[in-house]
């Protein structure tokens, strides 16, 4: 059973999503369907839509609520992200999940509906950790809330982190509530020369230990480990681990962040960068060469033609993890789920959008 916070009640619902929620009924009664669009700047993410129509989600822009006592932000789904983390660098916090920030367009409701994160994913935790409440509008045009703004109301808890990642194929995120973290004391790079098969051993030894580590990756035969914390907590992590450079600032992690394109890879003609999840300790797939490798061993880069998805996607499975087309030209960028994952997902579709009036193709092309 979903928890649902159902229809928005004791709270007025503003003007502009009002507007936004008669578009989406107009075009649900004369059988349109519509593409979400806020900065735009993940369009090349996931397949094109079906749809021609934009539903533009930029009017929708403001912070509505923080609390920094609290940790808890409250903003419009169309408000840029640069303009959230301004706000929040200074009472000296941060979003900890590490959004990829892929232009000064990219948008709160952008973030959560992409459900990416950073390198300091397994350490801090990923998009869905973070989101406590949304408000959206579903496809029949109707304005909903789940969940809240503190972590001990947890009505509609579940479908609010069912928005992450799903792309705007279940509704138009109108606002959201968002858990925050204090920024560290401290925070430095330490880095050490390694090739491949080195960096995979040191990585898997050194989430072994309670070090304070918010990051670790390996880039260009190099291995990089980011440690936060008190300025005690960093000094101590130098002396016992004696990297070959230390910096206070600098190393990989906004390009990380970000993704860049070269550093992912995927800058020559023709090739598609294929991200790989896996478990830490599984081996690299044969044949391959990955790039880049991010979140302590569980995110690969893999530069490749478009047509090796399948056998990536299958080496992938057979280790526990998944693999998809971020970037390039493909005909499917997500594997096809198992049939009773796939069953599930066009139930919540149905409960949601029956319609399709959202984002129609974007997933997949049967959602």
Known sequence: MIAAAGPAAGRPVDAATT?????????????????????????FYGAATASDTELDTRLLCGILDYEPSELVLTARAGTPLVEIEQALAERGQMLGFEPPRFSS??????VVAAGLSGPARPFRGSARDFVLGVELVNGHGEVLRFGGQVMKNVAGY??????????????????????????PAREATLSWPAERAEAA???V????????????????NRLYQRVSGSAAAIDDAVRRLAPERVEETGGPWDDLRD?????????AAGRVAWRLALPPAAPDPDGYACTVVDWG???????AAAGDGAALASFA?????HAQAFRGAVEAHFATPPPALAALMQRVKQAFDPARVFNPGRLYPWL
């Open 317 to 321: 499975a057979r280790h526990g993890g």
């Open 158 to 183: 579940d479908v609010s982190r069912l928005q992450c990642g799903a792309l705007g194929t279940l509704g138009v995120l109108t606002r959201v509530s968002l858990r925050v973290v204090p920024r």
């Open 205 to 220: 030894a050194l989430q072994a230990k309670p070090w304070p580590t918010t990051g670790l990756a390996h880039v260009g």
């Open 297 to 303: 061993g569980a995110l690969r880069w893999v530069a």
């Open 259 to 267: 993704h860049a394109p070269g550093v992912l890879g995927d800058a």
């Open 19 to 43: 507007a936004l929620a008669q578009q989406v009924r107009t075009a649900a009664a004369e059988g349109r369907s519509l593409r979400i669009r806020g900065g735009d700047s993940k369009a």
């Open 105 to 110: 367009a990219t948008t709160l409701g952008g």
């Open 201 to 203: 051993a040191r990585m």
